[in-house]
C-alpha cells in the first residue's frame, strides 16, 4: 500500500479545495509513491512527533495544523520547523496535514467537538455555497443547563487547565455555537442565530467587551482540537483496516497551566 492511497482517503473526507485561502493543507515532505508502514496522528507536528514515529517504525505523519504554514527561506535547523523538516527527510518520513479543509466539511472537526459535548441536530454556523462545507457549528442539548453546570462539564469534557468566560447572566444553556482553535471571527453569527453560548479555542481580550447577550466559553485551541486524532483515525482504520495507525502519544500543547 502507498502512502498516496491513505492521502487519497483522507482527501475524499475532507477535500483540498475546502481549505481557507490563507491556509497550506495537503502533504508536506515526502513521496507519496513510497510504501506506507504505518501512520502516526498528530494535532502538531514538533520534534518529538517526528521521534514518536520512527519508534513505532511508521513513514507517514497525518496531522491537523500544518508544519509548513509560511515559507522556509532557509532550511538550517534554526528552529523546530527546520528541525522537522530536516529529521523528516533523514528518516524517510512523509508528514501531511488536513487542516481548514478538515474544520470546514461534514463530520469534520467541529462536529466531533458537538459530539464530546452531547449536541443534537447538529448543523453548520455558516454553510459555503460551494463544495458542501461550512464554518462552525450549532446544535442543542437535550437538557437545558445552568451557565455553571455547563462550563464545568465541558472543562472536565477537554481536560481544559482553565475555562475563561465572561459575566454568568444566569441563563440557561441549550442552544450551542462553536468553533475549534480561534474561532472569534464567528461570534457574531453565533449571536444573530441567538446561541446561548459560544465556545471556541482562543480568543482576544477585546472581543469580550459588549457580550452580555451570550455566555462565551474559551477552553484552550489545543484542547478544542484535540480530538481531530479521532477523527483521522476513523477514516484510516475504515478505508485500510490492516494498516498500523496509531494516536500519538506526545501532548504538543505548549500551553501549560499554574
Known amino acids: ?3 498516496k492511497e ?18 497550506n493543507a495537503g502533504m508536506q515532505i515526502g513521496l507519496t509513491e513510497a510504501e506506507v508502514t504505518g501512520a502516526l496522528l498528530c494535532l502538531d507536528v514538533t520534534e518529538a512527533v517526528v521521534d514518536e514515529a520512527i519508534a513505532w517504525g511508521y513513514n507517514l505523519i497525518v496531522a491537523h495544523h500544518p508544519l509548513l504554514f509560511k515559507g522556509c527561506k532557509s532550511i538550517t535547523g534554526a528552529n523546530y520547523v527546520e528541525r522537522c523538516i530536516l529529521q ?3 528518516n524517510d518520513i512523509a508528514i501531511y496535514a488536513a487542516h481548514t479543509n478538515l474544520d470546514n466539511v461534514p463530520e469534520g472537526v467541529n462536529f466531533k467537538i458537538a459530539e464530546k459535548i452531547g449536541l443534537r441536530n447538529v448543523r453548520f454556523l455558516e454553510e459555503r455555497r460551494e ?6 457549528i450549532i446544535g442543542e442539548l437535550d437538557v437545558p443547563e445552568t451557565e455553571l453546570e455547563f462550563l464545568r ?7 481544559a487547565g482553565c475555562v475563561k468566560h465572561n459575566k454568568l447572566m444566569g441563563r440557561e444553556i441549550q442552544t450551542v455555537a462553536l468553533c ?8 457574531p453569527l453565533a449571536v444573530d442565530r441567538h446561541a446561548d453560548v459560544f465556545i471556541t479555542g482562543e ?4 472581543e469580550y467587551f459588549g457580550h452580555d447577550d451570550i455566555l462565551l466559553a474559551e477552553i484552550g485551541h489545543y484542547e478544542s482540537e484535540q480530538y481531530t486524532k479521532e477523527i483521522f483515525l476513523s477514516i484510516i482504520r475504515e478505508a485500510f483496516p490492516n494498516l498500523p495507525v496509531q494516536p500519538c502519544r506526545t501532548n504538543t500543547n505548549p500551553i501549560k497551566y499554574l
Open 153 to 159: 462539564r465541558i472543562k472536565q469534557t477537554f481536560e
Open 1 to 3: 500500500m502507498r502512502i
Open 203 to 206: 480568543m482576544k481580550y477585546h
Open 180 to 187: 475549534g482553535g480561534a474561532g472569534a471571527f464567528l461570534l
Open 88 to 90: 523528516a527527510i533523514r
Open 131 to 136: 463544495g458542501g462545507g461550512g464554518e462552525g
Open 6 to 23: 491513505v492521502i487519497d482517503a483522507l482527501e475524499r473526507f475532507a477535500p483540498l479545495p475546502l481549505q481557507d485561502d490563507f491556509d
